[in-house]
Each structure stands twice: as structure tokens, then as C-alpha cells.
């Protein structure tokens, strides 16, 4: 058992989550089918796109998005600095090459001068565009850029489930979009994702390469993998789409109160941003602490109060080891300090209005016991 008291994400399993998993169980057809194919249709309905195609995990829709756009060996694939390794690794794994764009300081999300200068030189064929921790990336810029120089553009959705851009949900922008539906994630299968268009021919390739490449049973026509969820997950994924609106207010709730509070710190803490024309699920609730602060010290102090915390993220991608024989020099202003000053800490839904209030006087007492002499 954790000893926290409170913990950093928590999935919210009610009921009807279980009722809906017993049902696949009982019913005896508990690999691809029904149940997945009513998930796809009602989770690109709430996108408000035309085709789906559920997969086994966030990394394999980016990967297979990228295959099936025709991205390979030696294209150019821009990425930002500051995000999971995935959204890099994915290029890789299908022969690209990720080229790191710095990020807007204050939304954690591609920076778009910075995507300018980096398209100028490159000769990139794709743009990831990444909605980091619940906020949407400036994602009506990034498409204007993409349309004008003839660039593929996917959106890495995978933090940001039910996220909106000028009343839109992100993932209904881009050529392509992926989710996750990992344990942590706003909405959750366990394991799973989404990929998601509006060209049912692109889906249709995901959907050959997620199944063995296979057009006829045992006729097999590209190499593919099995990269299939089951209807287990995918009952679940019906039952907790249907409340993500609901656990999503619940987010925002909780943000708010630890805003009202963590506001009151100004000049050692900045709260997380919300422009005007998005609005920020909070998959993660990520400060920033200022250099005055000591950001090791808050983590202890807030651990000994039973509170989990984490950071997200402590290295940059350009400062990985795995892309370090890429030869990247210091690419990314923001993306540096950034990583050295995030501090995420619970916001979760499951977490009471008292809760919260926990959270946010825990967290004022332990930057005020941090800042440094």
C-alpha cells in the first residue's frame, strides 16, 4: 500500500466501469469486435471527426499514424523539445528523424516562431503537435503553417482528452490525431488509443496495419503488426467516455481552488495558464517555481505531508541520451528552464473541494519553507 494520502492520479472506476467489463466477460467474445467498433464510433463522434481506429496504446497510434501518412526513412519529423519521449520515438520507429522545436513558456506547447524557424530549415514532411498536460496547443497557427508549406500535421492528443481550441476539441484539427487511455489519463482503458481523421482512407490503412496487414483472412498484404485492443478495454473506454465531461469539470474545480490559493505566492510560483480561447482539462496541475524556490525541497516537504508529486518533465528530449548520437546542440531556450522548474501536484477527480484545499495549503506552506536564503 502507498503511503501517500494523496496521490498523484488516481483513475476514477465506478460501477457501471466494472458492470460494463463483466458484461464483455460474460459474453464470451472478449477480443476485436462489437464493443471496439462502438467505441471508435462514439469516441469520433465527441471529437466531432468522421473515422476512428482503437489501438493498443498511445506510442503505437503515433507510430502507425506516421506509417500510414507515408512518413519514413530519413523524413523530417518536427516535434516539441518539451513533451513524452514518445512523440519523438514514434519517428523513429518508423525510420524518421525528430527535429525539436522549443516551446511557449507559458503553455508548455509548441512555440510557433521557433516552428517557423525550424521548418525554414528543414525539409520536414510532418509536424507532431503536442496538447501538453491538458492545454491545447495553438493548434489554428500550427495548421495554417502546416497548410501553407504542404506539411502533415498530427495532433498528440494524449493528455488531453475533451480539451477545446476556440470551441473545438482538439483532435478534429490535423490530417491526424492520437489518444492515449493509459491508467493516468483523463479517460482510461488500461492500456489503449485512438487514432482518429476525417480521410476513412487513411483509417482504413491504420486498420490494415494494426491487423497483420491482412485484407482476407490469412491473405496478407503489407507487413503489419497486432496492435488490436480488446472488448474489454473497449467497454470500459464506452463507460468512461461518457463521463469524461463530467470528470473533467471536476479537474477544472480542483484547479481553480489550487489557483486561488497558489496565486497568493506571486514571485515564487506561477499557476498553469489558460488562454483565452482554449480550455485546459488539467490532466496534470504543472507549476512553475521560481529559481527562489527550492524545488527538491517542496518535493520533500510535501511527500513528508503525505502528498505525491512528480516532475514532467526533468530532461528536455534534446538532452536524452537516446538522442544524443543525433548530435543536437542546445536547441531549446524554454524547454530548458522549464524542465527545471515544472512541479506537478494532484488535481485528479477524485480529489473532494477539501481535498484540494489540502493540496493547496500543503504545497503554499512548503514554498514558503523553500525559498532559498
Not at 460501477?15 to 460494463?20: K, L, M, P, S
Not at 469520433?44 to 512518413?71: Q, R
Not at 490469412?218 to 463530467?246: C, F, M, P, W
Request: aromatic share 8%; charged share 20%.
Amino acid at each position: 500500500m502507498s503511503s501517500y494520502r494523496v496521490r498523484l492520479f488516481e483513475p476514477v472506476i465506478e460501477d457501471d466501469d466494472v458492470e460494463a467489463v463483466v458484461s464483455v466477460l460474460k459474453s464470451g467474445w472478449l477480443a476485436h469486435g462489437p464493443v471496439v467498433e462502438s467505441f471508435e464510433k462514439m469516441f469520433a463522434n465527441y471529437i466531432g471527426v468522421e473515422h476512428a481506429a482503437a489501438v493498443s496504446n498511445g506510442t503505437v497510434a503515433l507510430m502507425l499514424s506516421l506509417k500510414a501518412l507515408g512518413i519514413g526513412n530519413g523524413d523530417k519529423v518536427l516535434v516539441p523539445d518539451y513533451t513524452f519521449i514518445a512523440t519523438a520515438t514514434s519517428a523513429l520507429m518508423v525510420g524518421a528523424i525528430p527535429v525539436f522545436v522549443d516551446v511557449n513558456y507559458e503553455t508548455f506547447n509548441i512555440d510557433i516562431d521557433d516552428l517557423q524557424k525550424k521548418i525554414s530549415e528543414t525539409s520536414a514532411k510532418a509536424i507532431i503537435a503536442v496538447h501538453l498536460f491538458g492545454h491545447p496547443a495553438d493548434i489554428k497557427a500550427i495548421k495554417d503553417i502546416a497548410s501553407d508549406k504542404g506539411i502533415l500535421l498530427i495532433e498528440d492528443a494524449a493528455q488531453a482528452h475533451g480539451a477545446e481550441a476556440w470551441g473545438k476539441k482538439v483532435g478534429s484539427f490535423g490530417d491526424a490525431a492520437i489518444f492515449s487511455f493509459y491508467a493516468t489519463k483523463n479517460m482510461t482503458t488500461g492500456e489503449g488509443g485512438m487514432i482518429l481523421s476525417n480521410n476513412k482512407q487513411f483509417i482504413e490503412k491504420v486498420k490494415l496495419l494494426r491487423n497483420h496487414g491482412q485484407v482476407a483472412r490469412y491473405v496478407h498484404e503489407e507487413l503489419g503488426g497486432n496492435y488490436r485492443i480488446t472488448s474489454i478495454q473497449a467497454a470500459l473506454g464506452l463507460t468512461q467516455l461518457r463521463k469524461l465531461d463530467r470528470l473533467n469539470e471536476i479537474r477544472r474545480r480542483n484547479a481553480m481552488i489550487l489557483t486561488n490559493e497558489l496565486t497568493k505566492l506571486k514571485g515564487y510560483v506561477e499557476t498553469p495558464y489558460e488562454a483565452q480561447w482554449a480550455k485546459h482539462v488539467y490532466h496534470v496541475y504543472a507549476l512553475k517555481l521560481l529559481p527562489s524556490v527550492d524545488r527538491e525541497c517542496v518535493i520533500k516537504c510535501m511527500q513528508s505531508a503525505g502528498i505525491e508529486t512528480a516532475i514532467h518533465y526533468p530532461l528536455p528530449l534534446h538532452k536524452q541520451p537516446l538522442f544524443q548520437k543525433l548530435e543536437y546542440k542546445e536547441c531549446c531556450i524554454n524547454s530548458s528552464v522549464l524542465s527545471q522548474r515544472e512541479l506537478s501536484i494532484p488535481v485528479h477527480p477524485k480529489l473532494s473541494e477539501n481535498d484540494a484545499k489540502f493540496v493547496a495549503d500543503v504545497c503554499k506552506h512548503c514554498i514558503q519553507s523553500c525559498i532559498k536564503l
